[in-house]
């Protein structure tokens, strides 16, 4: 499933394409994803100008003059611009008809996306439950302190809370914890503020390094222009179970927590 670093390259690849363009309508070539395309969302968008495209944990907000699309990738979508008169594959569900004769084509297999409509973003709910942004200025030490203090979830399931903390999915949580020399399985209540610096700072400089690379692109993830991610070329634990540590040689663990594999060195990563 695309994470946060995915949806931010999404996000800035096409929003310099989006912004100020007149939506001329949508074609729904099938309205069962996750959760049904509103039947009247051609009539709410044409004619609109798109203001901005941002992003909210892992969902997409494409803001127009009278209200929202909520976007969701799911499991296997994108979000590609392509030109009027290319004709649709299997898989690509929904269309935004854009001027001059452009075209944002969503496509996804698995339909476990999300198309939706709202004029109020920050009170639906899907987008009002969500926690702090990891990359803003209001995760610090102290506040993931006050999070984890007195709590027996382990770190890294706290850290993958979206009420919590948005965006932090698990290839980034394992990343984030080796760097910041944390066992993913260590009680959130134990780990110091000292050790909570550390994980804000591994946190923040892991997803910025998976932005920059594009993101992670394992299976189905390209960006907005088709384009696949690199960051996986460099990761440290994550799928590397049984391989020597990049930093002391130890082999790489794995074991499951809450039905997701976790990675970990051994020696590099203490309770």
Known sequence: MPELPEVETVCRGLAPHLENRTLIGAQVRQPN???PVPTDLEDRIRGQRILSLTRRGKYLLLQMD???????LGMSGSLRLTNAGVAPEKHDHFD??????????YRDPRRFGAILWSEHPEQHPLIA????????????AGYLHNLCRGKK????????????????????????LFHAGIDPRQP??????????????AVRRTLLQAIAAGGSSLRDFVDGHGKPGYFQQGYF???RAGEACLVCGASICQLRQSARSSFYCPKCQRR
């Open 33 to 35: 994803l996750r959760w």
């Open 66 to 72: 009278h209200g929202w699309l909520i976007m969701h």
């Open 96 to 105: 935004l008809l854009l001027d001059g004769n452009r075209i944002l084509r």
């Open 129 to 140: 439950q969500l926690g702090i942004e990891p990359l803003s200025e209001s995760l610090t």
């Open 153 to 176: 979830t382990a770190i890294k399931l706290l850290l993958m809370d979206a009420h919590l903390i948005v965006g932090v999915g698990n290839i980034y949580a394992n990343e984030s």
């Open 188 to 201: 959130a209540g134990k780990i110091s503020l000292l050790r909570c610096a550390r994980l804000v700072e």
């Open 237 to 239: 634990v994550y799928g």
